[in-house]
């Protein structure tokens, strides 16, 4: 009955009052799962670290997350009252509107822009931005990273880049970069130049396209290695360069890592050390040659490098001093046992200094002690880094043993000039003495610590006239280095004292004259016996010039008496020897042949009668020098018809005394003699002649010469012929050759004794 009072349409009421109840519930569980997806996702956003923006259609701000109020300094309610263009103030609505164009056609985007924070400071970002459509709406959702450091990164790496590319473009080196697939990504201009290639020709090969070493199957090999390795390598190469020669290089291959460690690409660094090796073999050429001992030692002071000297002096091959340090090598030291030791530390100080320094040392080689000069010298990089150390050694034996001979020779100078019986004084440069020995004390009474260091002006023995004209002496020897020799005379207690002196240049190690070394001898006994000996000499001179005259005269006298006496006695007999042939002849033809052998006897006496008195003192003579030589010449062509004599008399009238008549007659009949028995001649000229106020006499001959020192003590006639020309003030010369002849030339003073003249 009930079901019978309800009223018509409340069942359908019912039921769609379920159907509302089931729609809410459902929309009820749909809402709060959507609520739940969406506090899921605004918590996952949250936890994004960029900074998430979701954009409506016209631009404002529908969603922010926490890293975006963080970014930018707002809160999420003040973001959602602002646009885009409030954040980023590069953006503009060309802009706006380009980006929903391209984001329609595919979707999303990455672009960089600038935000601004709360302060008003810009900081650059990276925007990532999708494009969805939702309930009818379209949305942007940007995601946003602040690339500062990244740009920072970027920026230092640019600069580092730029860097790197600055040193390589101008770098004399040859620098290419390869990528791990081995082909080139970088060619510096160096490197290019040396191929003849443009960059876009280069990059991208393999290192055997193209490549100018002479082995490049063996350069990809070593690339591989380094990249399996990680490790760095060098090597020595041989390349051509654009002429097509072969040429040394020195090539370094450097791994270039990434941040996860791992080799990202290689960098090959290439030198020209063509010259270097050039150098290197001068430089062994020169040390394999050089008597000296040539060391390089490591910076462990262990030799990399020994010349041959240095193996042949210690009796070792050169590879036994190699990698061994000094103290290993068994070098037996003469007489410091530390030697070695100090020798290293030597060369370690220059590794640690970068300065040279210098040892000496000796050794016991092939049982002979030699003494060493060792000096080492820094070799550096072009950085001035020490990288070895150059040890050379030079034998200073001989200069050792002539220094301990110059001590000695100067302990025997000493022992010498303390016991010399002359003074001896030193000088130096400022004419100051600066040695004097015993003797000079003696002599002078003055002490050496009195006058060392002053000058001859300030104290000396001698008259002060002559003290001037010795120091300009002193002075002249400096300047000049020309020893010299002095004589000095003066009075002194009423007698005359003459000193000889030598002065001799005395100079340094560098040949520089430092000083004068003096020696003074008293020679007056010497002078006074020289004094005695000359007036000796003059009273001989005059003696014999005497007895010349004298003889001369008994010459003359006995030539008179045979003319006179001698002479009319054989004419007499001749006549009365005549006469009986006149009477007695024609009677008796045998007494007519003896008296005609008397008379030829006769004739003959007087011809030789002639002929002594002629000897004695020709007559001519009276006649004048000029008449006299030109008899005598006749007299000698005609005994000695096989030699030519020419008489050249330049003034006929010339007039002298007799005693120089005389003289000139007697030296020409001595030369001539002379030349009848020993020369051999052909032709004689004799030549007489007036040059000023002298006579000159010449005769010349064709001969075979002498040696006149040879001769000279052995012939009295030239000693005679001296001694004419010195009795009358003259001089005489004789030169000869063997083989070339004679000349005999005399120059006497006309009026040296011409008081009859």
């Known amino acids: ?85 409030d954040i980023d103030p590069s953006w503009s609505f060309d802009r706006s509107t380009d980006l929903l164009a391209k984001l329609r056609s595919i979707g999303s985007h990455v672009f960089e822009s600038t935000h601004r924070r709360r302060d008003g400071s810009l900081f650059p970002v990276e925007i ?27 920026e230092q790496l640019y600069a580092s880049e730029q860097a790197f590319r600055a040193v390589v473009e101008h770098s004399p080196d040859y620098i290419v970069r390869y990528d791990l697939n081995y082909r080139r990504v970088y060619v510096n201009p160096a490197r290019l130049k040396l191929i003849e290639r443009t960059a876009s020709e280069m990059l991208g090969t393999t290192p055997v396209e193209p490549s100018s070493l002479l082995d490049p199957s063996t350069y990809r090999e070593r690339l591989q290695t380094v990249v399996a390795t990680g490790k760095e390598f060098a090597e020595e190469v041989q390349f051509r360069n654009a002429a097509g020669e072969t040429r040394w290089g020195h090539m370094r291959i450097v791994p270039e890592f990434a941040p996860d460690g791992q080799v990202s690409s290689l960098l090959v660094i290439g030198r020209d050390i063509h010259e270097l090796k050039r150098s290197e073999q001068l430089f062994r050429t020169l040390t394999e040659n050089l008597p000296d ?8 002071c262990r030799p990399s490098y020994v010349n041959p000297a240095v193996a042949k002096a210690f ?6 001093f190699v990698g061994k340090r000094v103290r290993e090598l068994e070098l037996e030291p003469v007489s410091e046992p530390a030697q070695n030791d100090l020798l290293e530390a030597g060369i370690r100080r220059v590794f640690e200094e970068g300065q040279p320094n210098e ?61 010399a019986p002359d003074p001896i004084i030193r000088y130096d440069r400022n004419c100051n ?95 006074e016996a020289e004094r005695r000996l000359l007036e000796s000499y003059e009273l001989l001179r005059e003696l014999a010039s005497r007895r010349e005259t004298a003889r001369e005269e008994e010459r003359r006298r006995i030539a008179r008496e045979m003319h006179d006496e001698l002479g009319q006695h054989l004419t007499a007999l001749r006549m009365g020897v005549s006469a009986l042939r006149l009477q007695f002849g024609h009677e008796h033809p045998a007494l007519a042949e003896r008296i005609q052998n008397i008379l030829s006897l006769s004739d003959q006496t007087i011809q030789v009668v002639r002929d002594v008195v002629s000897s004695l003192r020709p007559s001519v003579l009276d006649a004048g020098i000029a008449a006299a030589l030109e008899w005598l010449t006749a007299e000698f062509s005609r005994t000695n018809g096989q030699i030519t004599c020419r008489l050249r008399v330049i003034e006929a009238d010339l007039v002298l ?30 030549t007489l002649k007036r040059r000023g106020d002298d006579c000159v006499l010449e005769v010349c001959d064709d001969g075979r010469g002498f040696d006149p020192v040879a001769i000279r003590k052995k012939s009295f006639g030239l000693a005679g012929m001296k001694e004419r020309v010195l009795m009358l003030g003259g001089k005489i010369g004789i030169a000869s050759t063997r083989g070339a002849g004679t000349a005999v030339k005399v120059s006497i003073p006309i009026a040296k004794r011409g008081a009859n003249a």
């Not at 931005?129 to 740009?151: N, P, W």
């Not at 001992?293 to 462990?300: A, K, T």
């Not at 009796?315 to 036994?320: G, N, P, S, V």
């Not at 040695?435 to 001859?456: C, D, F, I, M, Q």
Request: overall charge negative; hydrophobic content about 40%; proline content about 3%.
């Open 128 to 154: 990532n931005i999708s494009y969805f459509e939702y309930g009818g709406s379209a949305y942007k959702l940007a995601l946003v990273r602040d690339i500062t450091e990244h740009r920072k990164v970027e």
């Open 315 to 320: 009796a070792m091959t050169q590879e036994d």
């Open 359 to 419: 040892h000496e040392a000796r050794w016991q080689l092939a049982d002979h002690e030699r003494c060493y000069e060792i000096r080492h010298v820094p070799e550096k990089d072009s950085e001035g880094r020490v990288v070895s150390v150059l040890g050379i050694g030079r034998d200073i034996t001989r200069l050792r043993s002539a220094e301990l001979a110059l001590r000695a020779s100067e302990r025997a100078y000493r022992t010498l000039a303390e016991n």
């Open 1 to 85: 009955m009930c079901a019978s009072m309800k009223k018509p349409g409340q069942d359908d009421l019912e039921r769609q009052n379920a159907q509302l109840r089931k729609e809410r519930d459902h929309l009820r569980r749909l809402l709060v799962e959507r609520t739940e997806r969406l506090h899921l996702k605004s918590f996952a956003l949250d936890l994004v670290r960029e900074a998430a923006y979701l954009i409506g259609e016209n631009g404002r701000v529908a969603y922010v997350n926490e890293a975006s109020c963080r970014a930018l300094g707002y809160s999420a309610d003040e973001l959602l009252q602002m646009t885009v263009m």
């Open 657 to 686: 005394s007799e005693e120089l008549a005389v003289a000139l007659f007697r030296i020409v009949q001595e030369a001539l003699t002379n030349i009848t028995r020993h020369a051999r001649a052909r032709q004689v000229v004799i």
């Open 293 to 300: 001992f040539i060391v390089r030692f490591d910076s462990e």
């Open 433 to 527: 003495r600066i040695y004097v020995n015993p003797e000079y004390e003696r002599v002078t009474g003055h002490k050496a610590e009195h006058v060392l260091g002053r000058s001859p002006a300030q104290i000396s023995f001698g008259p002060a006239h002559l003290i001037a004209p010795f120091t300009e002496k002193l002075a002249g020897i400096m300047d000049s280095g020309i020893p010299e020799e002095m004589d000095y005379t003066y009075e002194a207690n009423g007698k005359t004292v003459w000193w000889y002196v030598r002065a001799v240049p005395e100079y340094d190690e560098h040949g520089a004259i430092q000083s004068v070394l003096t020696i003074w001898r008293n020679v007056t006994e010497h002078k």
